[in-house]
C-alpha cells in the first residue's frame, strides 16, 4: 500500500521530464506561434499587456504570458454609472469625484464584464473626516479642486514684473541700470510666481542654496 501511494504522489509532481507537457496542459507554454518572425521577449505582465495592446507578438521565457489584454474604464461608486474617458476626473453624470479605476473583459457575445477587487482599501475614506476650508479669493488663492467647472485664478505676475522685461513699455529701465527696481514684496514675488518665457519674477540669490524641506506650518 505504502508503494502504491507513493507511485500516485509522483504522477502529480512537476518534474523537468513532464514540465513541457504540463505548460502545455495549463496553457501557459513558451512555443511561439506559426508564422510569427520577430516578438517581444518579457517576463513583465505590465510590459506583456501594453505590447499586447500595441498589436505586437510577445513571448516568455518561462511560460508564464498573458493570453487577453487588460482594459479599463472609470466607476463611479456613488451612481455606479460608467464612462470610458480615463482623463475624467469627476464623473460625467453626477458630477462628484468619485471614479474609480475598474478592470473589464470583452466576452465573446460582446457583452461587458467588470472585474472588482476584494480589496476594502480600494474605496478608502482618508481625507474625508475634517472639513474643507473655506474658499479664499483673490487672484493668487489657492482652493481645492471640489467641481469640474469650478474657475482657478490665473496666477499671473504683478505689474511691475511684467514692466521689468517688457522693452516696449514707455518706462523700461534696463536690468543693468542701478536705477531698476524688483519685485520683491508684491504678492506674486512672495509666492514665487514667475514667467519662464520672460524671465520674470522674483529669483533666489544663490541657487545652490539649500533650501528647507520641512517647515512647522502654524
Excluded at 40 to 57: E, I, S
Excluded at 99 to 108: E, I, M, P, R, T
Aim: glycine content about 8%.
Amino acid at each position: 500500500e505504502e508503494e502504491e501511494e507513493e507511485e500516485g504522489d509522483d504522477e502529480g509532481w512537476i518534474t523537468p521530464s513532464n514540465l513541457k507537457q504540463a505548460q502545455q496542459d495549463t496553457g501557459h507554454c513558451d512555443t511561439a506561434p506559426v508564422g510569427v518572425q520577430v516578438g517581444c521577449v518579457t517576463t513583465d505582465f505590465a510590459m506583456q499587456n501594453v505590447l499586447l495592446q500595441m498589436g505586437l507578438h510577445v513571448l516568455a521565457v518561462n511560460g508564464m504570458l498573458i493570453r487577453q489584454a487588460r482594459s479599463y474604464i472609470l466607476r463611479c461608486h456613488g451612481c455606479f454609472k460608467t464612462t470610458s474617458d480615463m482623463t475624467k476626473v469627476f464623473c460625467p453624470h453626477c458630477g462628484n469625484k468619485t471614479l474609480k479605476k475598474v478592470a473589464v473583459s470583452v466576452s465573446d457575445d460582446g457583452s461587458l464584464h467588470m472585474h472588482f477587487s476584494r480589496n476594502p482599501k480600494v474605496l478608502n475614506p482618508r481625507g474625508l473626516r475634517y472639513p474643507l476650508p473655506a474658499p479664499k479669493g483673490g487672484k493668487h488663492a489657492n482652493n481645492p479642486h471640489l467641481v469640474e467647472d469650478q474657475p482657478f485664478p490665473q496666477q499671473r505676475l504683478s505689474r511691475k514684473a511684467r514692466q521689468k522685461t517688457n522693452v516696449f513699455d514707455p518706462d523700461y529701465i534696463a536690468g543693468i541700470s542701478p536705477f531698476a527696481e524688483s519685485d520683491i514684496y508684491s504678492r506674486a514675488a512672495n509666492l514665487q510666481i514667475r514667467d519662464a518665457a520672460l524671465g520674470a519674477g522674483r529669483r533666489r540669490l544663490n541657487p545652490n542654496a539649500v533650501t528647507k524641506k520641512f517647515v512647522k506650518r502654524r
